[in-house]
């Protein structure tokens, strides 16, 4: 079964909510992503042992790069001091360790992304803490994060397949899913066009206020990785 982890706006200086909670634009700039060559610049950090997710925000300001994830996700966790000149990938996944929590990377022509995503073994635990974020989600990230999931769980490929996908979009002022493009995706079976086609049948049932920060980033993982399994109500028949 595949999961929703993830569902932000990537608009700068904003919070927003999603699948597990509030999901923050750390940098004062939109996340950026990089090119998949430019990993190997080295940047000086000096980061102190601290919330996670003020780390976080240092780490962005040092190496101008950001990582997808939830702050139901990072809520509670210490980050490991970081001192010298590393990669961001490097850097970040030393700010990560011990915290229970791990980076993975999806390239998509010749771009890569940061997620933050449960360690191995962590799955659970993560899962119990996002549900309870998760029903504790009000306003229109939580609808649209509602309704894209149903309509996932109500396409027997997409809601059955195992998968991984970093997907992109935007809602339209009526509500309908707009500018769908998969960013990054792994698998036993090819599922960009057909997630591409679930969203863009999806209206969401409120229009999008006009100031609502997108477009929205949504990762989905397997339940094997972490992710939250439909619920059998939602399952096609």
């Known amino acids: 079964m595949a999961g929703a982890l993830v569902l932000a706006g990537v608009m700068c200086g904003l919070s927003f909510l999603g699948a597990s909670g509030a999901v923050r634009a750390q940098a004062q700039t939109a996340p950026t992503q990089a090119p998949a060559g430019a990993g190997d610049r080295r940047y000086t950090f000096d980061i102190p042992a601290q919330p996670l997710d003020m780390a976080l925000e240092l780490f962005s300001t040092v190496s101008g790069r950001s990582a997808l994830f939830s702050s139901a996700l990072v809520a509670g966790r210490t980050a490991s001091p970081v001192s010298g000149r590393y990669t961001a990938l490097e850097a970040l996944r030393r700010l990560v360790d011990g915290t229970g929590l791990a980076v993975e990377t999806a390239s998509s022509q010749d771009v890569t992304t940061f997620v933050l995503v449960p360690a191995t073994g962590q799955a659970l635990e993560s899962e119990g803490r ?93 339940e094997s990785h972490g992710g939250p399994v439909c619920r059998a109500g939602a399952r096609p028949s």
Do not use: H
Not at 138 to 162: F, H, M, P
Not at 174 to 187: A, Q
């Open 130 to 222: 996002e549900r309870d974020a998760t029903a504790r989600l009000a306003g229109y990230d939580a609808l649209v994060q509602t309704e894209i999931w149903q309509a996932i769980c109500t396409n027997a490929r997409t809601a059955k397949s195992r998968y991984r996908a970093l997907l992109r979009f935007r809602v339209a002022p009526d509500g309908r899913v707009v500018d769908v493009r998969v960013l990054s995706e792994t698998g036993e079976t090819p599922m960009g066009a057909t997630l591409v086609d679930t969203l863009s049948r999806v209206r969401v049932s409120q229009p999008p206020s006009p100031d609502l920060p997108q477009p929205f980033a949504m990762l989905i993982l397997p």
